[in-house]
């Protein structure tokens, strides 16, 4: 390609992303109504980004498939961009967790997902950045035991809140450790205990 026609102001440049990844960059490239293109090694982003730049453009302005939508069209219906392919993803979508619960439902228990589990998991996933806990304390008498507290925004409730951990030396080879902060209701209880022991 000439320069020339690389940097011709009165045409758009085309766009290419070999590292794609999530997409972003090709989308926005293809938003902006660029010639967008992506690759990756990874056959995930591959399919991420063949649904997200590749599919869609293809169903522009196409009317939906499915049964319901087409019984509620008529002849009139008018489908802008991605609209009719959006309308068939969340029939088709529904249809197979529907179908999914019917068959195998029963191996799921039924839970409520509130607020706490879903910060819990963010911090499990590292979708949040995990708290920071500052704690001071001090050993006892013996040398043996660590007490130290202080306080942290306490991922299940995203309140602050106190914590207390004590280490035990055990011997040379072995550690205790323990650790105590609120539940749910604010009552104090023993959240977690490990015991190290020297690998040799
Ligand atoms: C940081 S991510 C890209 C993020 C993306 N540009 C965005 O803004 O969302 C880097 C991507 O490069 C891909 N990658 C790494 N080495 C590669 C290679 N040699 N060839 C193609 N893709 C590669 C990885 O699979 C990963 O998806």
Redesign the pocket.
Known sequence: MKLFELFDRHKLPAFH?????????PLEAQRLGLVSCA????PV?VLINKAMIEIPPKFAGKPPVNPEARKKMGHSGSWKGAQGLAEDVRYYGQWMRDEAEKRIGHLYPKVKITTAPVSFLKLVTGQQSGPVMFMTGKWDATGKVMTWSGTMVDPMTNKPAKFTQKVTVVDNDHHNWEMWGPDMTGKNYKMMEASYTRSK
């Open positions: 992303d070999p590292f794609a990844g999530g997409g972003a960059l690759s990756d090694l990874n982003a």
